[in-house]
């Protein structure tokens, strides 16, 4: 049974009430009050100081000093006036439980709001952080495709330039090289006059030799006559086989016109790739595979260049946007970056893509949930965050660090543990 403390003293104005309670030993650590507008409860074991006042009074207000083995308490009045007695009179066990429980209620009720109303401005906070946040974001990103935009106009002036210069340098080029044919025509037709003088030569003097010749002139046919001309070839064909296309199915199983319908098909969509990316005329064959640009991130990423992985990532999501693991890697650079709203955003993509859910992507689930929630946490959305890592937990159970990531976050959001 607690002792009831009756030996106090009070005194009052008409604004105020002070009450000193002596208690043997008293110190803040454990001292237990309870004060409301009509009740006060001081309970120090093996010691109980209990009052129901007499008028209202404004609790929130109210103070009481512990030290020196007393509690000096200073309650203000709701009401200016003078009270009779510290405690209302005629009061039985039955009212006496009533005042207790309703004190009770209100009080829980009191620190109900109190937490709810603490609740909705840190939600507040969060929420204007949070915009602030994606106002800078938004304001970064519009820089940097201004500046984007003032290189490639730059890019652009200096290829103009260098392609003018080229034209000229070609002009040039054809005049002089039409300067040299006209000089080596010249030449040709300088050559032809002489080889037509000599030719013109030659004719007069056979005619002059063939009148001195005549006598001999049988002679001459009679040695004709005597050498053998050969006969003409005669005429054939050449037949030419060429080596025939070879497709990888067997020949009992292909149906050529399908393949070759198959061929066209990836020859056009190829055209149109390369139509709807213009940046790929520049790349060399192997850039444009998005396998071999994932694989090219990767190694960025261990070396810790994130931006130029980032760009790697970018090229094979455009060339491919339907492989779950380009955004998954571009999510893990981003968290490096604190870029964590296209993180989130890129690991919700994720998931998109991992349907439907079956235990050959199960890992890639787990790795999406497990960043996402990351991402959510350092927002301080811790709520947010355990249930994409309560989601993990649901494909692999057994996984150690999830847990142990899960209940840390669990104690940040009870306020047991502090934020790290």
Not at 94 to 112: N, Y
Not at 130 to 157: G, H, P, S, W, Y
């Amino acid at each position: 049974m607690p002792l009831l403390v009756s030996d106090y003293n009070w005194q009052q104005t008409k604004t105020a009430v002070f009450i000193s309670v002596p208690l043997r030993g008293v110190c803040v650590r454990d001292a237990d009050v309870f004060c409301t507008e009509n009740y006060l409860k001081v309970n120090f074991s093996p010691f109980l100081f209990e009052v129901f006042l007499y008028a209202p009074i404004d609790d929130e207000n109210s103070k009481a000093k512990i030290g020196n083995d007393t509690i000096v308490f200073t309650l203000y009045k709701k009401e200016a006036a003078m009270w009779e007695t510290l405690s209302v009179s005629g009061v039985d066990k039955e009212m006496m439980q009533r005042i207790r429980e309703k004190s009770i209620l209100q009080a829980q009720k009191r620190a109900k709001e109190a937490t709810e109303a603490k609740a909705t401005a840190r939600r507040e906070d969060q929420k204007y952080a949070l915009n602030v946040m994606m106002k800078i974001e938004e304001e970064e990103r519009k820089k940097i495709e201004d500046m984007k935009e003032k290189e490639r106009i730059k890019a652009t002036k200096e290829l103009e330039a260098w392609k003018e210069c080229q034209r000229k340098a070609e002009e040039q080029k054809r005049i002089q090289r039409d300067e040299k044919f006209c000089e080596q025509g010249k030449k040709i037709e300088e050559e032809r006059n002489k080889l037509k003088h000599k030719s013109l030569t030659k004719i007069s003097e056979s005619r002059n030799l063939a009148t001195k010749g005549r006598n001999s002139e049988n002679i001459f046919l009679e040695k004709l006559k005597e050498d053998s001309i050969p006969a003409p070839r005669s005429i054939g064909s050449i037949k030419i086989n060429f080596t025939p296309r070879v497709f990888p199915t067997a020949l009992r199983e292909s149906q050529v016109a399908e393949e070759e319908e198959w061929l066209h098909k990836q020859a056009e969509a190829r055209r149109a790739l390369n139509t709807d990316i213009p940046e790929l005329f520049d790349l060399k064959e192997e850039e444009k595979n998005p396998e071999w640009l994932k694989d090219k991130g990767n190694k960025l990423f261990a070396t810790e260049n994130y931006l130029a992985a980032i760009n790697a990532y970018n090229l094979a999501i455009r060339l491919n946007n339907k492989i779950p693991l380009l955004y998954l890697n571009r999510a893990a650079c981003h968290l490096k970056l604190k870029n964590l709203h296209k993180a989130i955003e890129d690991s919700s993509k994720a998931l998109e893509l991992l349907t439907p859910p079956v235990p050959d992507n199960a890992n890639g689930r787990i790795k999406a949930y497990i960043r996402r929630g990351t991402a959510f946490c350092q927002l301080e959305l811790y709520i947010e965050g355990l249930q994409d890592y309560e989601a993990a937990l649901k494909i692999d159970p057994s996984n150690k660090i999830v847990q142990n990531d899960a209940e840390k976050i669990r104690k940040i959001i009870q306020g047991t543990e502090v934020k790290s």
